[in-house]
């Protein structure tokens, strides 16, 4: 590897209590879970296909022996606004005294905000990170204390055990941000019969974005302390092996191997890594992506991964060759910082693997207008994870050159 050594000493890390169960039959340990916090009334929360398609809420109201009060199964991909809040009105109305999140992605961070609402008794625009033009984003501080939480994955995601969140919202900003670290789960469930519900396009898809993540922090070496370094390093390792063998079926040992990956990302942020900042194509690229998921339905955020990641390294990685030099040696290529078409080869490299996995790198068949380019730039610098300290805004040119030719077809 071309980065070989953390350079970072001075660094501060954060330990929260976590349980982890894994493999076959893992869920058997939830009742303990329940009785031993006093839970009574808890309320699962998932999808409709998941309620619907799956016995596995019936499996967990069964294992809990009366010590749940009802499902609501209307959370959709993105959390949007109306169905986080229609759950924490049940919630409110049953009783609720823990929350059960069963999904990926959208049902768990969806879940931390119903937790949010019921403690602060305030609503979602009260709580959101505020953006103001030209400052740092504000996240606000949410005191109240916030009821148990128990996340069973049905796919892996590193949604899995942080404490921000962001759901779908119908105003002007598109999604709202929030954070709150009493929100992290009591335990996490990897268990692999609720890891085989997924449908294969599923685990797929929000594998990938573990995968493109593992990847991205590759380019983050050395200004990464030791434990943020372990964590990169393990991660990639695990995702590179896993991810490949989901391309026509789906095997519990590599959906739990995604599923650590994932958790090492998080753990990668406590230890005082960022990783969805780590560096300057990681930012513009995860921007850019969550704008486009959160605005143009049927697009989904892995594909807006696979899409602005090669984009933003040919637009922007001349800038930081280092970083797009990590990121070529990541994916095998022999190289030297003195290439003077470095981003380019690295680029068509991430091109060729994404491809290789079965994503396409770009947006040209979503029918998103050009002129949306600007439209997209402007959300994207709103996201307080990739944005938090303004960082982007000195790239608006770039970022939107490279903008319009991921979405242009012509």
Request: hydrophobic share 45%; net charge neutral; proline share 5%.
């Amino acid at each position: 590897m071309h980065q070989e050594e953390s350079t970072i000493q001075n660094f501060r890390a954060r330990v929260y209590p976590l349980k982890i169960y894994s493999g076959s039959n893992a869920l058997a340990a939830l009742p303990n879970e329940l009785q031993g916090r006093r839970i009574s009334r808890a309320l699962i929360v998932c999808g409709r296909s998941v309620h619907e398609r799956t016995n596995l809420t019936q499996r967990i109201e069964s294992l809990a022996s009366g010590r749940i009060v009802g499902v609501f199964a209307g959370i959709s991909e993105g959390a949007p606004a109306e169905c986080v809040e229609a759950a924490a009105a049940m919630a409110r109305e049953t009783g609720a005294d823990a929350l059960i999140a069963v999904g990926a992605g959208s049902v768990i961070k969806g879940v931390r905000v119903v937790a949010m609402l019921l403690g602060e008794k305030r609503t979602l625009l009260d709580m959101a990170t505020v953006h103001r033009d030209g400052k740092p984003p504000t996240s606000q501080r949410l005191f109240a204390p916030k009821m148990p939480i128990f996340n069973v994955l049905t796919s892996p995601t590193s949604a899995q055990n942080r404490g921000g969140s962001a759901v779908r919202y119908t105003g002007s900003a598109h999604h709202l941000e929030f954070f709150d670290p009493k929100t992290r789960p009591q335990a996490v469930f990897w268990d692999s019969e609720a890891l085989a519900t997924a449908p294969l396009s599923l685990a797929r898809s929000t594998s990938f974005e573990i995968y493109w993540w593992s990847l991205m922090c590759m380019g983050a070496l050395t200004t990464a302390n030791p434990l943020v370094k372990g964590s990169r390093l393990q991660a990639w390792h695990l995702a590179r092996t896993a991810y490949p063998r989901l391309s026509t079926h789906t095997d519990a040992a590599d959906l739990i191997d995604l599923c650590a990956a994932g958790l090492l990302q998080n753990r990668d942020e406590e230890d005082g890594g960022r990783p969805w900042s780590c560096q300057l194509l990681a930012r513009a690229a995860y921007a850019c992506a969550v704008a486009v998921f959160n605005h143009y339905e049927g697009v989904t955020q892995s594909r807006g991964y696979a899409a602005f990641a090669p984009a933003m390294i040919r637009g922007l990685g001349a800038s930081v060759p280092d970083v797009t030099l990590a990121l070529g040696e990541a994916l095998g290529l022999k190289l030297s910082g003195a290439d003077l078409n470095l981003a380019d080869l690295v680029a068509r490299q991430v091109e060729r693997d994404f491809q290789t996995l079965g994503w396409r790198p770009d947006l040209h068949d979503c029918g998103i207008p050009v002129v949306d380019a600007a439209k997209i730039l402007e959300l994207g610098l709103r996201n307080f994870n990739a944005n938090h300290d303004r960082q982007l805004d000195h790239h608006r040119d770039a970022m939107l050159a490279s903008i319009a030719r991921t979405i242009s077809p012509h």
